[in-house]
């Protein structure tokens, strides 16, 4: 029997609640062992609730026990987290988490501790929900130089976006109905300005490339200016518009972005619909491979925490190898990325912003819509970022407005 | 640095040598060791090829040498690289294949040896290529019950497929194509007739629920069957035809099939496309997972071979638990099978039709395409495959001429 301990019991830690006990016989199964839940820290007493006796209010209680082999901490923010996970750490506990937030913060400090005890620092859930992602990158993918990542790596935005496109719905409906349904939170700007995909892809790319992406030097775009117009330009080219998290080995820096992208309708990220996650990863030997599956939800997240406990209890006295050094990888500036996207304008006259277009692009495409009348999109390829924006500069200077940007994913 | 020997240097086993020596840095990095292949097996000289000097031709040489740790079998055929695999196993050598043959007739077998010998017996490779698929299956679905798998296993089936569906050719001609690009044998018995996807669920069922789903006891079917007008119907009912490997839990019992069916366009498997493969898992907490890549082709399979290899050494001492028992599960009759079905007729008078089916069935739809005057498609659902058989017997003694079957995924 492996005693363990929760650090938090909201929605995530009473799944892993019922997980531990639900699938005891399964676990026993795989394992050969008992995994026991002894402590479950938090402020609530949850009082009635069959684990009621095991809540304990005082850290100190989980870290001094020899007895804890693994600790699961579940509770979110940054800072109480990472002091709980490092004393743990230090202590020789294994440490699970799903917190996106610590570990994109301070993920190569607190695997290196756990490299230096011989113990394990795994955060699956972290990333994808329920998803096998990290695992596969980090045992899997690995006889592979890893070239590209790009994922739909937030549910809410997924779902909002997924409205918009089958149902004809604008932003602000949308955002009602996912909140209506518990897939957005009061205040979403968290999920629908991409800081959420942002934390998750510099997890996923730091451990792909192997040193760490920071996620406060990615560029980062929401959804929030997408509007129904956008998608209907979509859906006639051929597209659909997804909230990518994208990260691409460009010679010895790392391009990253998190931002609305046109995925063509045959790309395999374009199927994943509502609050499904999906992550697609290039090998430079195995090519194109994608993981899909809940990207959040009670149960699903627990089930990616409960396999890294598994994980520890199998590695209980070996460090498993997590290629993340505890160094900056060089980020390429976004102004100088190329980049491809479609621009939505307002004219007047076609003949004129089409006698202006050609004097900022060689090549280009125009696409036109029979229900909107006063607006053009343009879709450019393989330009700078820097000078794209000068190229718009000089549009609008003419009188022509820029109602939108999305960027369009080559692949 | 640690030493390893391939038995076979077709295909697979030159993807093998390629990734190793190519991606040899990569390797270093994430494993702090390199792989030195010492020998290579084969009855070829390969000569003026840059691995010419490591051909041996006696399997003796490398058996008895214990400077090699790892084999990786990758010859094809059952019963010699069986006696291969066997005495390597014996003689304390973990052994690496891609032979989904050897681990569908096998495998269990050869899991006991490596099990008590301490050391690990892995197969990423037999299925779905480079897909990590049976690594997730092992370790990182490890806290759910599994309760259902159904993949597009076999590239060659999917890429005729695709073809009649999408450039509307028929299954002669897709063949041909496929057959011109390198895509099926010239004997293309073993994918079209379903025989391959067979091997493959069966490995993948039996990891999935801990005992051995052996191949020959699941009933398969292949697409030769398949025509222009079964893609039409489709198509117009919002469906894809897809050849699929399935198996569920019911009760005690497994169902395990391989044939084709028809798949709603909104499922995540209706998006795979061409010569990839994708296989779509549910547990019981983690809910629907689906892992996507190439099924086939030299370097995908070998990535998955070396990933293999890699855990192998990772784990040098030490056997990696391996859910798998030496013991068959009880498959259901596939007459006792629940089943939804589209089921083409000729008919000369529609209402006479009608009124032979609502004799037979209770509830059915009725679905008719404009330019195809002299078929009607029934479609049913809830039958179990025998009464099924019987009724559309009693359609055909009343002279309506069943033209096809395919069964409908209600997922």
Redo the contacts between chains.
């Keep these: 029997m492996i005693n363990i301990a929760l650090l938090g019991c909201g929605v995530v830690g009473s799944g892993v609640y ?3 006990t ?2 005891q016989d ?2 026993k ?4 062992k008992n995994i026991n839940i002894k402590y479950i820290l938090d402020r609530k007493d949850f009082e009635g609730e069959p684990f009621a006796h095991l809540i304990v209010k005082d850290f100190e209680t989980i870290v001094n026990d020899d007895d804890i082999k693994v600790v699961v901490e579940v509770m979110g923010g940054v800072d109480f987290p990472y002091s709980c996970v490092k004393r743990c750490l230090l202590s020789g506990k294994h440490v699970v988490t799903s917190n996106k937030a610590l570990v994109a913060e301070h993920g190569a400090e607190l695997l290196d501790i756990a490299r230096e005890k011989q113990i394990n620092f795994l955060f ?1 859930a972290s990333v994808g929900g ?3 992602i990290l ?2 990158l980090i ?7 890893v070239l590209e990542i790009s994922g739909i790596l937030n549910g809410t935005t997924n779902h909002i976006l997924t409205l918009m496109s089958e149902d004809g719905e604008d932003y602000e409906k949308a955002l009602l109905d996912a909140q209506k349904r518990g897939f957005a939170e009061a205040d979403p700007t968290a999920d629908v300005m991409g800081h959420d995909s942002c934390r998750k892809i510099a997890i996923l790319s730091s451990l792909a490339y ?1 040193k760490t992406v920071y996620y406060k030097n990615i560029h980062t775009e929401g959804i929030t200016h997408i509007t129904p117009e956008d998608i209907k330009f979509a859906e006639k080219m051929g597209y659909v518009i997804k909230l990518l998290g994208k990260s691409k080995i460009l010679g010895d820096k790392v391009f990253a972005m998190v931002a609305p992208y046109f995925l063509k309708k ?1 790309h ?1 990220l ?4 509502g609050v ?1 996650n ?1 992550i697609f990863v290039r ?12 990207g959040a ?1 009670s ?2 997240t ?6 890294d ?3 520890c209890i ?1 590695h209980i006295n070996k460090n ?2 997590v ?1 993340w050094k505890n160094e900056d990888i060089s980020i390429l500036d976004i102004n100088d990325a190329l980049v491809s996207a479609f621009l939505r304008f307002e004219y007047k006259n076609l003949d004129d912003f089409i006698n202006s277009v050609k004097i900022e692009f060689n090549t280009y495409e125009i696409v036109k819509l029979d229900d909107l009348s006063d607006e053009v999109a343009l879709v450019v390829k393989g330009e700078t970022e820097k000078v794209l924006s000068e190229k718009i500069k000089n549009l609008s200077s003419k009188g022509f407005k820029l109602h939108n940007m999305i960027r369009i994913e080559e692949n």
């Design positions: 019922k997980v531990i639900e699938n399964i676990l199964q795989k394992m050969g699956e329920g998803i096998p695992r596969p045992s899997s993918i690995t006889a592979d130089k192997g045959t395999p374009a199927m994943v619909r499904y999906a090998g430079n030997m195995v090519g194109e491979t994608m993981y899909y599956g809940m939800g149960l699903p627990a089930s990616a925490v409960v396999s406990v598994i994980d199998k498993v190898i290629d």
